[in-house]
């Protein structure tokens, strides 16, 4: 199921969809960038995924951040660079999310 909720936000394999959640995310990110999209944010993870529909193998599952995964070590380093926890609309947050079928899914 979470790659069919990060393709239901819009990240597909053609691209970000015009118009979905994840053009919203990409906008928002950009702005607070100064207008460009950072390699590691969530939108690049999150179209990466889309893309190669490898949203539960990287361990982002609609069960939760499978251990010793790749989203286990990104939510790790992403604890340790905010003081030991994961920032509420941070990367992990935001990708686990749409993995599990909330943010940006019911659109």
């Given amino acids: 199921m979470s790659d069919e909720n990060v393709h239901s936000a819009g990240y597909t394999p053609?691209?970000?969809k015009g118009g979905s959640v994840g053009s919203e995310i990409m906008s928002?990110?950009?702005?607070?960038h100064g207008g460009g999209v950072p390699s590691g944010g969530s939108t690049s993870t999150l179209q990466h995924m889309g893309a190669k529909s490898s949203?539960?193998?990287?361990?982002?599952?609609?069960?939760?951040i499978s251990g010793g995964s790749k989203?286990?070590?990104m939510m790790s380093q992403e604890a340790q660079s905010h003081?030991?926890?994961?920032?509420?609309?941070?990367?992990t947050a935001t990708v686990q999310s749409v993995s599990m079928g909330g943010k940006g899914s019911k659109k």
Avoid at 56 to 64: P, V
Avoid at 83 to 91: E, F, L, R, V
């Fill in 71 to 73: 989203a286990s070590g």
């Fill in 55 to 64: 949203t539960h193998s990287s361990g982002f599952t609609s069960s939760g």
């Fill in 28 to 32: 928002n990110e950009a702005r607070n």
């Fill in 83 to 91: 003081g030991g926890g994961t920032p509420k609309g941070g990367t």
């Fill in 14 to 16: 053609d691209g970000i």
